[in-house]
């Protein structure tokens, strides 16, 4: 069977595409720029050129494609807006796929996307839920929260290197998920019937406030954390800059999506967890690996330089 992947050189798409390998799935990748996509190559994946800008591109891509697995969004530095990638993309994209005859198209979107109308972006995915619904193709949306790779940015890498760590003021817990369970969960609904038609939500087991993340990183780096709060009239402000130039839509797009991130995430509103899912690792195991890792890097570097310092002396 084979599965035509977009949004493969992501964080989350590269789990996926490697994970579907690792099955015995063929897979081909839909990529704008083939050297960034060599890695998915050299795992076994094919690649072929595609871009959701130019909807020519599409059709040829999935030619034998059996699935479609869209984990493709646009990112803040992209020259594209999300009008056009997260919806005349993708509007062309399902109208593609129904002419392949695809089996099953796979989407993901943002968990309680529907309730934030007003981010643009989010607004963008529940229109193209509502559209793929409609398409007559088996479908199968996941709804996300958050994945534990996100994490080390916005807290572990600052907290280590004694950054501020920048919070929004009401910000609400979110269920984060390793990315490697995720793409398992993927995988697995790809033969089973009870996922056809269906929306999921693709979230750990359990949710996280910002400062309970902060704690975790304190205790394992042996690190305090300098912490500031944004107000939400400041991050609404700058949002609203950003709007005046189309070049930085996207970037006003996140800015406005992390203002209101506290509305997105409802711990009482998620739907019943996904029979198959299994979570084979918590966000403090996540945490407990990536802080021996990176301690471990650094206490051997240090014994180095102390190494040539004693050399130097003895010289």
Do not use: H
């Not at 929004?168 to 817990?173: A, V």
């Not at 369970?181 to 979230?203: E, G, M, P, Q, Y």
């Not at 206490?299 to 003895?314: A, G, L, M, R």
């Amino acid at each position: 069977m084979s599965l035509l992947v977009l949004g493969g050189t992501g964080t989350l798409g590269r789990q996926i595409v490697k994970q579907a390998l690792d099955e015995g799935y063929q897979v081909k990748c839909l990529v704008r720029n083939l050297r960034r996509g060599a890695f998915l190559k050299d795992w076994g994946a094919d690649l072929v050129y595609g871009d959701l800008s130019i909807p020519s591109t599409i059709p040829l891509a999935l030619k034998g494609v059996s699935i479609v697995i869209d984990a493709a969004t646009v990112r803040p530095t992209d020259s594209y807006t999300s009008e056009t990638i997260d919806w005349k993309g993708k509007l062309a994209l399902i109208e593609a796929a129904k002419l392949a005859k695809v089996k099953k198209f796979i989407f993901f979107s943002v968990l309680n996307a529907s309730q934030n109308s007003t981010i643009s972006l989010l607004e963008l995915k529940t229109r193209i839920e509502q559209k793929l619904k409609k398409s007559n193709l088996n479908y199968t949306i996941f709804q996300c929260s958050g994945f534990f790779q996100g994490i080390i940015n916005q807290f572990a890498i600052p907290i280590l290197e004694q950054q501020t760590v920048w919070l929004m003021g009401n910000s609400s817990p979110v269920a984060y998920l390793d990315t490697q369970d995720a793409a398992r969960t993927v995988i697995k609904s790809l033969d089973k019937n009870s996922s056809l038609n269906k929306t999921f939500a693709l979230i750990g087991d359990r949710f996280w406030t910002s400062e309970e993340i902060i704690d975790i990183c304190k205790r394992l780096s042996g690190k305090e954390a300098k912490v500031s709060y944004i107000p939400s009239i400041f991050l609404g402000f700058l949002g609203q800059f950003f709007r005046f130039f189309e070049f930085t839509w996207n970037i006003a797009d996140r800015l406005q999506f992390a203002e209101l991130n506290s509305a997105v995430v409802n711990p009482k509103s998620v739907e019943a967890k996904i029979p198959w899912q299994e979570t084979n690792l918590t966000l403090e195991q996540y945490l407990q690996e990536y802080f021996g890792k990176i301690l471990k890097k650094l206490k051997e570097t240090n014994y180095q330089q102390s190494q040539k310092v004693n050399d130097i002396s003895f010289l």
